[in-house]
């Protein structure tokens, strides 16, 4: 029953994250990206790490992809203002998708995807990973977030009007 | 398989009790906007006027539907969509009464009690922008893309003095669970009075984030005509409007949930279980939830709009820093209460 929901769920994230490429138009591309986002995050429940899985749904689908789209809303996306690529892009495209696609294939096939027996799989609830950052890795947990406070504070100061001078 | 039933039957109730309440949020709204500005409202469909909403409902069905020629046809149809489905969700786990006995096992009048269950609300709540970013973008009007864009900054900015309001409250209960909350909350220990200023700063965020007034600039209509929804008719202009009443009722869910107690009322404990206790305890809730739907009301109809740059100040510049010092003054006084 898992395993056809994860085979299911893995096509439905596979296209949709071709589809982002795919699609023409910008808009479009943002929300399949969206929907990829909520795949995974359907991908995280079926790890039992629901923490994770609405995480990266409130900072993700909640908060970039928002700003993602009111930056393209700004856009003036006109068919004719699209430059003309020549061919010469197109080929190296081809070429660095092409070889990254070979690195990728031979990496998997080299490496052995054993199944880990003893895996914990209750590490993704909220209170063991609570545990976990706020007792084994209380520094680097708390030095970014005082980060993360920061760049807030600074979001604020940058705002501020700066009173213009007339000389 | 009985449990499965019950469940089913149970969110069909809350789905079809939403859009009850949404509806006649409706009605209340013009009687309530009527009595502030002595008028008597609609009274003219029904006793009292209480058919007024069938009478839009039906209304709202069989005007014309129209698409703008230049309008993006898909995202046209799905902005509308996307903004009810939102609306919808955050209600799966809000607690509306304590635990009944069904055959002997107890079943819990919550659709799931997820241990995230608060970060849900909040994903649910960033998620509903995007019907309005959607529908104001594809109807291919100035207006209601700008109308689209307001909604997008502002659901952004009070996000986060919302985010940082609910920490301190998770830093006192330490559970994400809403059951948990509200069953912490039993016997007057209701958090808005341990936590005043997280209650306000959530209160203020909750009008922005269901773009009430006096914060409902994406729609402002002496600016904007009607915002992101100029463009829109017939049902589909109907589910913008009747979403927003949804909001509503589910920020008011919230709001008793989380800082008044939810379920719970004085003397509670002392009853003995069985039907009459869960009856007082729905009972309370959805009273609860009444007030807080008025409160929305009372305010649209007294305070006037906001300024877009004092919006703006207002999020970033007093309820962030508000915030912040909130959730250091919780954390000395746990620390305090803990002996340090």
């Known amino acids: 029953m898992i395993d056809k929901i994860f085979y299911a769920l893995s096509i439905a994230t596979i296209l949709c994250a071709c589809m982002v490429v795919i699609s023409k138009h910008p808009i479009r591309s943002i929300l399949f990206l969206v929907a990829t986002f909520f795949l995974i995050s359907a991908h995280y429940v079926l790890l039992n790490a629901q923490f994770l899985a609405l995480v990266n749904i409130v900072v993700y689908a909640g908060a970039i992809m928002v700003l993602f789209l009111f930056v393209v809303m700004f856009l003036n996306l006109n068919k004719e203002v699209e430059p003309y690529k020549g061919f010469l892009p197109w080929l190296a495209a081809l070429v660095g998708g092409g070889s990254f696609f070979l690195i990728v294939i031979s990496a998997l096939q080299k490496s052995n995807l054993l199944q880990n027996e003893n895996a914990n799989h209750s590490i993704g609830l909220v209170e063991n990973l609570g545990n976990v950052l706020y007792k084994e890795y209380l520094l680097p947990m708390e030095i970014s977030s005082v980060l993360f406070l920061i760049a807030m504070a600074g979001v604020v100061l940058l705002s501020r009007k700066e009173k213009i001078v007339n000389e | ?340």
């Not at chain 2, 936590?195 to 402002?220: H, K, M, S, W």
């Open chain 2, 1 to 340: 398989m009985s449990w499965i039933i019950l469940k089913i039957i149970f969110i069909s109730v809350i789905f079809g009790l939403s859009l009850f309440i949404a509806m006649y949020s409706t009605y209340a709204e013009r009687k309530i906007a009527a009595f502030l500005q002595d008028r008597l409202g609609p009274n003219r469909a029904g006793p009292f006027g209480l058919l007024q909403p069938l009478a839009d409902g039906v209304k709202l069905f069989f005007k014309e539907e129209f698409i703008p020629m230049k309008a993006d046809r898909w995202l046209f149809l799905m902005g509308p969509g996307f903004f009810m489905i939102t609306a919808l969700m955050t209600s799966a786990v809000i607690p509306f009464g304590p635990d009944i006995i069904v055959d002997g096992k107890p079943f819990s009048l919550q659709a799931t009690d997820i241990n995230v269950g608060l970060l849900y609300i909040f994903g649910v709540v960033s998620l509903g922008v995007y019907g309005i970013l959607i529908g104001g973008w594809a109807s291919n009007n100035k207006f209601s893309l700008l109308g689209a864009i307001r909604a997008a900054s502002q659901n952004i900015s009070y996000e986060l003095a919302m985010g940082l309001s609910i920490i301190a409250l998770v830093m006192m209960s330490s559970s994400l669970s809403l059951k948990d909350i509200v069953d912490q909350q039993a016997g007057w220990h209701w958090n808005v009075f341990y936590q005043p200023l997280g209650f306000l700063i959530f209160l203020v965020c909750a009008f922005a984030e269901t773009n009430r007034a006096p914060f409902d600039l994406p729609e402002c209509e002496t600016e904007l005509v009607g915002g992101y929804h100029t463009e829109f008719s017939s049902m589909k202009l109907g589910f913008y409007l009747f979403a927003e009443y949804i909001n509503m009722f589910i920020s008011s869910a919230v709001l008793a949930t989380l800082f008044f107690g939810g379920y719970h009322f004085p003397g509670i404990s002392s009853m003995e279980p069985g039907i009459l206790k869960t009856a007082l305890s729905v009972g309370v809730m959805f009273g609860k939830i009444f007030f807080f739907i008025f409160f929305f009301m009372w305010v649209r109809w007294t305070l006037p709009r906001f300024r877009y740059d004092q919006l703006m100040n207002l999020g970033w510049r007093i309820l962030i820093p508000l915030a912040v010092i909130n959730i250091l003054i919780t954390g000395a006084v746990i620390l305090y209460k803990m002996g340090l």
